[in-house]
């Protein structure tokens, strides 16, 4: 349900070795438009309401909303966001996120004549390759969710 605007925006970007993939990227244009409630529930939203609490659904986007506010104050007309970049746990800590980065994903934006890339994070591992990758952190804070407490670090990557 989440990946399907990505794919028919084409914003979301996958990396290949020998045949397999290795990394996928969904990345937001300042253009980008979320699914519909219909096109939300042909994606299977249905499903999702019935298999949680609605509350706890609620609770989770209240919190993805929170913490993404300090980037959304910073957007301009060429602010893109990436909202997930993974790597397949065989090949983490071989080069494929830095390489995905710089070999397409950075170049695929300025393209698009985007200035800026966004993003946040949960974990101190994930600060440590953005921080490698050229990003700025320019926040961090701690949330609840669910009366636990969840860091969340906020960077910026000026692209020139």
């Known amino acids: 349900m989440e990946i399907t605007p990505y794919i028919q925006q084409k914003l979301c970007y996958v ?3 020998e045949g397999k993939i290795v990394a996928a990227a969904l990345v937001k244009s300042p253009h980008f438009r979320s699914a519909s409630w219909w096109g939300a529930i042909q994606a299977g ?7 949680f609490w609605s509350r706890n ?14 980037c959304q104050h910073r957007f301009s007309d060429y602010s893109w966001y ?8 065989t090949m983490q800590g071989k080069r494929v996120g830095t390489s995905f980065m710089e070999e397409f994903i950075v170049p695929e934006i300025k393209r698009q004549q985007g200035k800026q890339l966004f ?9 440590v390759f953005y921080r490698k990758n050229k990003f700025q952190q320019f926040s961090h804070k701690i949330h609840l ?5 969840l860091e969340n670090w906020s960077f910026v990557r000026t692209l020139s």
Not at 145 to 149: A, E, F, M
Request: contains cysteine.
């Open 145 to 149: 969710l669910n009366r636990q407490p």
């Open 82 to 89: 990436l909202e997930m970049l993974a790597v397949s746990e």
């Open 119 to 127: 993003l946040i994070t949960n974990t101190k591992q994930n600060c």
């Open 45 to 51: 939203a249905l499903g999702l309401v019935t298999s």
């Open 15 to 17: 990396a290949v070795v």
């Open 57 to 70: 659904i609620d609770k989770l986007l209240q919190f993805l909303s929170l913490a993404k506010q300090d």
